[in-house]
């Protein structure tokens, strides 16, 4: 039985969590060290958590660290397609009773979650995203300690703002809108390089009423593990997310087939979820419902200028949205179009402030950029700086090194391209290489159409301009060339309530993490109509003359 009192009850107002800048002397900076140095002698034991049990299959993984690929931070393990329909059926065993609860008990639930991170786990989440996932302390800080927590406040905040939005009534009729939660399961799909996208994506349709199946990215357990924990503390009830670590088409082909799937909030590659969409596409008259599908996908970010931007200012707009986290950010700054007049002074300034960046373990607060995740990105990203080495259109302008002998290092790369559709200049490399087109400045509008239809994505951009007819030109130009666009700033840094993040075209479905309109992509409203005092014959008085 149901014993809350009755008072409609108000959400605390949420502010964006103060960042830590970790600065030398600060307790926080000291804090950070003894967690840093505390979990890289512990090696975790990963479980799949499937209705607040810890299940093992045998079937194990390995979590290391990105700039010592021989550290063993936890071994994990992964689920089989047994354990991937227990998670499934735990997922919809939980269901009423986390929909029979009141929407203020579940987001107390979060908020108190959110508290935790802030305060008594915010170091070790943050060592964990540093030493798993090769952040440097403030880019851990800014994703993994704020920017979750700032998902989960405003989030709970959104879910109020949703629930109050009611339709008017007329005389003698109550009307209202039921925000149900969805008919089945939702599958959340989470990337490697934001623990805060991987906390997220399986919270948000929890906070309104769903259950969940979480697939994390294999190359990032550690921090998504110390978070189901955290929830787990702060009272979420068994089965409401179950957590299943295994490779993609273990877990993923399942969840699709299933019919009680109920919707996908991923983030990932566009080809994978361009595969996603077309299999539940072929299985689409199998489901109970239509499933609700919310995706941010791949990015070509690009900063745009005009030869009337401060070059100090551009400058370092391309190194921070280039290089920090490695480049490994859905917006990271990849191209660039520079006008002629500006290159030389550019060109400079770049082989300067590059030639400035240390480069090394996370663990050592003065590097900048530390190695890419895995084997596999380093691959791939090093195979764009070999095309650019051995094929004409482009040239290293600076950097170009790699080495995988301890850690998965590639220095931070700029290439200069003659060809505006050379290979680097066109796809997404999801790493520390930045690609410059430089063009006459007298071609600003035919450049500007170049940036706009020389990419499949639409997910971050930005133009740098003092002149503002220049600046707003740029922006009508390029409507639809990203969701999220930038005056006079790097292309990366949204912060939840301030700047809701999401794209277009090859990049997602634009359905804005951090906004009120994601939430709504995890309730099916009901209008329900009552009429106090219901007619009692059919006839209506127009009937009544001859």
């Given at each position: 039985m149901n014993v809350l009192n009755n008072a409609i009850i108000n959400v605390p107002k949420p502010i964006n969590e103060p960042i830590y800048d970790y600065a030398p002397g600060t307790n926080e900076r000291e804090s950070l060290k003894r967690a840093l140095a505390e979990m890289s002698e512990v090696v975790l034991d990963i479980p799949l958590v499937i209705g607040g049990k810890e299940i093992r299959t045998g079937n194990t993984g390995k979590v290391v660290m990105p700039h010592d690929h021989q550290k063993v931070m936890a071994t994990y393990q992964k689920a089989g397609p047994?354990?991937?329909?227990?998670?499934?059926?735990?997922?919809?065993?939980?269901?009423?009773?986390?929909?029979?609860?009141?929407?203020?008990?579940?987001?107390?639930?979060f908020l108190k979650a959110a508290e935790l991170l802030a305060g008594k786990y915010r170091y070790q989440l943050n060592a964990g995203a540093?030493?798993?996932?090769g952040k440097t302390a403030f880019q851990a800080e800014i994703d993994a300690a704020c920017e979750l927590i700032d998902f989960l406040r405003f989030n709970v905040y959104f879910a109020e703002q949703i629930y109050k939005n009611q339709p008017i009534s007329s005389p003698g009729v109550w009307n209202y809108l039921q925000y149900r939660p969805l008919e089945g399961f939702v599958f959340a799909v989470t990337p490697f390089n934001f623990t805060a996208i991987a906390g997220n994506l399986p919270t948000a349709p929890a906070i309104m009423g769903n259950t969940v199946v979480w697939k994390p990215a294999?190359?990032?357990?550690?921090?998504?593990?110390?978070?189901i924990r955290i929830l787990e503390e702060a009272g979420l009830p068994a089965g409401v997310i179950n957590f299943v670590p295994g490779s993609g088409a273990s877990v993923g082909d399942i969840c699709i087939a299933d019919p009680h799937l109920a919707g996908v909030h991923f983030t990932g590659s566009t080809p994978v979820f361009q595969k996603m969409w077309r299999l539940i596409?072929?299985?689409?008259?199998s489901y109970h419902a239509y499933p609700r599908l919310v995706g941010e996908t791949g990015g070509k970010d690009f900063v745009f200028a005009h030869a009337s931007a401060n070059v100090e200012e551009l400058t370092t707009a391309l190194v921070r949205g280039s290089f920090e986290y490695q480049g490994q950010k859905c917006s990271a700054a990849s191209r660039a179009y520079i006008p002629r007049s500006l290159w030389p002074q550019v060109e400079s300034l770049l082989r300067r402030d590059i030639g400035k960046?240390?480069?090394?373990?996370?663990?050592?607060?003065?590097?900048?950029?530390?190695?890419?995740?895995d084997k596999?990105?380093?691959?791939?990203?090093?195979?764009?700086?070999?095309?650019?080495?051995?094929?004409?259109?482009?040239?290293?302008?600076?950097g170009g090194g790699y080495d995988d002998s301890v850690g998965y290092y590639i220095e931070p790369t700029v290439i200069l391209a003659r060809n505006p559709h050379f290979k680097t200049m066109v796809e997404e490399i999801f790493g520390p290489v930045l690609t410059i087109y430089v063009y006459e400045d007298a071609d600003f509008d035919k450049t500007l159409e170049l940036c706009d239809t020389s990419s499949i994505y639409g997910l971050t951009g930005a133009i740098f301009a003092r002149d503002r007819q220049a600046a707003s030109v740029a922006i009508s130009r390029l409507e639809n060339a990203a969701g999220n666009f930038y005056i006079n700033d790097k292309p990366t840094g949204a912060v939840v309530g301030q700047q809701p993040f999401?794209?277009?075209?090859?990049?997602?479905?634009?359905?804005?993490?951090?906004?009120?309109?994601?939430?709504?992509?995890?309730?099916?409203?009901?209008?329900?109509?009552?009429?106090?005092?219901?007619?009692?014959?059919?006839a209506y008085p127009f009937m009544n003359e001859e």
């Open positions: 047994e354990e991937v329909q227990m998670a499934i059926d735990a997922a919809l065993a939980a269901k009423n009773d986390w929909q029979a609860m009141r929407w203020e008990e579940r987001c107390a639930i540093m030493l798993s996932a294999s190359s990032l357990v550690y921090t998504p593990y110390l978070f596409g072929e299985n689409i008259a960046i240390k480069m090394g373990p996370t663990t050592d607060f003065r590097n900048f950029v530390s190695a890419v995740i596999h990105a380093f691959s791939n990203i090093t195979q764009y700086i070999d095309y650019a080495k051995e094929n004409d259109g482009g040239e290293i302008l600076i999401g794209g277009g075209r090859a990049s997602g479905t634009n359905d804005k993490a951090g906004a009120m309109s994601n939430l709504l992509r995890w309730v099916s409203p009901r209008t329900v109509k009552e009429t106090f005092v219901p007619p009692t014959n059919f």
